[in-house]
């Protein structure tokens, strides 16, 4: 079970919140100038890294903001939470 | 290979059971093979068996980094079926379990592959269209489907709760009566036993570290347990699959989640068939241990811990009292979770990578123990061949660039 640390509300349960998967992948300036293989990866390739992880939440059941948190895929510790556009922490 | 029969019962029940031979070796890493499979579960078992059985390829070392059968293959909820929505999937899927349905004869071992059909619930008009759109898709593929209404459904499996003043009521279900289960253990250990006799070295406690890439073509890997040489390597590592490709250079789109299931103390007989549900996300049978087993669905974050959530058994456990109010007072003896590997479009991947001599087998996602059979057939054919069988050519690593996905979201039972 999560306990996370809204920046807004602060700590509330996991219940509360959805994933969005992986943060930090910016959308191509030019997409129709990307060839089939770098618009695939942009669309379908994905992180998935056993350790830090960093990901997108909403907490949708509460103030319904997006946030950035770093999070431990392998003991569910979330490291560091930080805004929408800021860069990723070192944790 | 000492063959089991009533003889060999007979004769080992006369010196009390203290003579059967070990069914399979422990034998240390050699330095060299002719192919390594990364990942000893039910199909990197069932990859090496293939390649010695169908291809004469039997030089071959399993590399386990616990003990096989031990990942997703033992986590599973047993559940064997084919009623996919697509025909590559209904290829791929209904190729497992005509192999399923002579599989304890091929391996002289017993999987208790078990026909007792598999319903898909529909608990809304839509639903009830796509099901319905499902059955007549498998009809058109060759895959036994048929559409019940409630009250057959009622005849089918007498303990479902088909009342029209549920919360979500049964509008209907699709059944496969081919489908069913089986014991997950005995699938790993019989495909184990069949390789090893054949000459595989099934090695336990190995992890690979990494890969010896020179010139775009693997060499080998690195283990605990040393450097291993080999021309070809196979990676089926189900949740830790995009682990191994980091190591190669390689990106998979694959998310790796936990994914749940539970069992009850054991009853008697109450539950004749397997019943899954996608709307309220439950799915039920009953082992023949007298369990009933029930799988939950997964956690939306990414997960490598092999435990998930409390709030994710709490919606199953509600969606299974309110399906089967029988269960309401029985006591939940255990719960687990497996790390799945999810591809976007719910299909697997298996094939050829940019890698000359490598070779992935993984995103089966949350079903992929009814695949077994087929996945490791056609595994060890992409491998001794280097390309893929006509069965798994549309489940390329490419297809994320072509965009030719085979979308199986619907029939994949989990929701993700």
């Not at chain 2, 029969?5 to 034998?27: E, K, M, V």
Request: charged fraction near 20%; include cysteine.
């Amino acid at each position: 079970m999560l306990l996370i640390d809204c920046p807004w509300c602060g700590p509330r349960d996991e219940v509360e919140f959805s994933c969005g998967g992986e943060a930090h992948i910016v959308r191509p300036p030019e997409p129709a100038n990307l060839s089939d293989a770098e618009w695939g990866d942009y669309v379908f390739m994905r992180q998935n890294r056993k350790g830090v992880h960093y990901e997108r939440w909403c907490h949708g059941h509460g103030c319904g903001r997006w946030f950035n948190v770093a999070r431990d895929t392998v003991s569910h510790q979330v490291l560091a939470v930080y805004a929408m556009g800021e860069a990723p922490p070192e944790v | 290979m000492a063959r089991y029969s009533i003889f060999a019962l007979a004769r080992n029940a006369l010196r009390r059971h203290r003579d059967w031979p070990l069914a399979w070796r422990s034998p240390e890493p050699k330095a060299a093979y002719d192919a390594i499979i990364v990942g000893g579960g039910g199909h990197g078992l069932a990859t090496a068996y293939y390649l010695a059985k169908r291809h004469g390829i039997t030089n071959v070392a399993v590399l386990e980094k616990g003990w096989i059968g031990g990942g997703n293959t033992g986590r599973n909820t047993t559940i064997v079926r084919s009623n996919y929505l697509h025909d590559e999937s209904a290829g791929i899927y209904d190729h497992a379990l005509k192999l399923w349905e002579g599989l304890s004869q091929e391996l002289n071992f017993n999987v208790m592959f078990s026909a007792r059909g598999v319903i898909n619930l529909a608990h809304d008009e839509h639903e009830a269209r796509e099901l319905r759109r499902r059955v007549f898709a498998n009809q058109l593929a060759g895959v036994d489907a048929e559409w019940l209404t409630p009250l057959q459904l009622k005849e089918f499996c007498p303990i479902l709760n088909v009342d029209p003043g549920m919360r979500y009521p049964v509008l209907g279900g699709a059944l496969q009566r081919r489908a069913g289960t089986a014991r997950h253990d005995a699938v790993a250990w019989g495909y184990a036993r069949g390789a090893d006799g054949r000459g595989v070295d099934i090695i336990q406690n190995c992890e690979v570290t990494g890969f010896d890439i020179r010139d775009g073509q693997v060499r080998g890997v690195r283990t605990t347990r040393g450097e291993i040489a080999a021309p070809k390597v196979g990676v089926v590592a189900a949740g830790h699959s995009s682990v191994l490709a980091e190591m190669a250079g390689l990106r998979l789109p694959i998310q790796s989640h936990p994914l749940q299931a539970l069992v009850s103390e054991p009853v008697k007989p109450v539950m004749p068939t397997v019943v899954m549900s996608n709307a309220v996300h439950a799915y039920m049978s009953q082992s023949d241990k007298g369990e009933l087993v029930i799988g939950a669905g997964i956690d939306s974050y990414n997960s490598y811990a092999q435990r998930g959530s409390l709030p994710v058994i709490e919606e199953t456990i509600q969606a299974v009292v309110e399906l089967f109010p029988i269960t309401s007072r029985l006591k939940m003896m255990r719960q687990w979770a497996g790390i799945v590997d999810v591809c976007p479009d719910a299909s697997p991947i298996i094939g050829l990578t940019p890698v000359e001599g490598l070779y992935f087998n993984c995103g089966w996602g949350t079903g992929g123990f009814k695949a077994t059979p087929g996945s490791g057939h056609v595994f060890a054919h992409t491998i001794a061949r280097d390309e893929p069988h006509a069965i798994n050519a549309p489940f390329t690593l490419d297809r994320f660039h072509s965009g030719t996905l085979v979308a199986e979201h619907g029939a994949a039972a989990v929701a993700h």
